[in-house]
Structures are given as C-alpha cells and as structure tokens.
C-alpha cells in the first residue's frame, strides 16, 4: 500500500519534490508510521523502484512468453510493459525519475534491461528471426538491443498508449521482418 501511494506520488510530483508527508497522506499513514517502514526519501524511493522493476520485468517476460498473439504482438506488448505506471505521467518527471532511479537504483534498471534483452534474443533466435538478420550482420542481441532503446524515445513522445503500442509494434514487424510466429 505505501508503495503504490509511493508511486503515484513520485509520478505526479518527481523525486525532488515528493516529500515524505505527502506520501504518508497518499497511503493513509502518519508520517511517524511512514518513517517506522522506511528511514528516509531514498530508501522509500529506492523500495518504490524495486517494486515497479519486479512488476514491469514480469509483464514484460510474460507478454514475450504469450503464443495466443503473433511475434511483433509479443514484441510490442513486451515493450509497453516496460513503461510500467508511467504513461500517462508528465514527460520531465519521468526523465528525472529515471535519472534519480539510474543514480538511486541503478543496478537494478541494469538487470532490467539485461534480462528483457536476453529474453528477446532468445525468443528471435528460437523463432528464426536472427537467421533473416545474418546477411545484414545482425545478431539477436543487437536487434533486441535496438528494440530496447527505442522504447525510452516512444515513451517519451507524448502520444497516448495506443499510439505508443502502435510505434512499438511498426518498429517489431521491422525487426521481424513480417514473420508472424
């Protein structure tokens, strides 16, 4: 509960400006009782981005393993999973979330992206994408690389969830090259 209310805070106000009063006033607790979880802001914070890494790691692994929808499918809906609550959040407080999380939690965005990108080379390798790639000189890695990194652009562009699903999906049929297993 204090951490959803952690999160809801910290998306509508930054980390900066986030204090510990109005998120004990978000989870329904005094400040004493906030303070008796967690010792201070970083700590709070650091909890709140452990927990949001947990969730969007388990969507986005769980989207990749789905066989109902074809590859670009997964692959998109993988992607939005990485931006967790954040969608509709304003784009400079996500920026400087991600920045604060980088310096608070790094470690922990780093097994992030380790662990989707390792899934979605898998996955490409598996389902003979890597081999339409081999006479570019691409390997499942840089295409799941690349897949990545376009993300963080896509969320940042403003449009709503739909459009950002559909971006994410283009850029998938891209590197899926139409195939649809």
Known sequence: MILDAALQVFLR???RKTSMDEVARAADFSRQGLYLHFPGK????HATIER????????ALTALEREDVDLPQRLALAMTAL????????RAVVRELLQTAADIS???LDRLHDDVVAEIADLLRVTGVEAQWRDAGLSATELAEHLYLINPAVAQSGSDT????E??????????RGHSG
């Open 106 to 108: 790094g470690p922990l």
């Open 52 to 59: 949001m890494v947990g969730q969007v790691r388990t969507a």
């Open 42 to 45: 970083q700590a709070l914070f």
């Open 13 to 15: 106000f930054g980390y």
């Open 162 to 165: 739909a459009r950002q699903y």
């Open 83 to 90: 931006h967790g609550g954040a969608v509709d959040a304003d």
């Open 167 to 176: 971006a994410l999906h283009t850029a998938a049929r891209i590197i899926t």
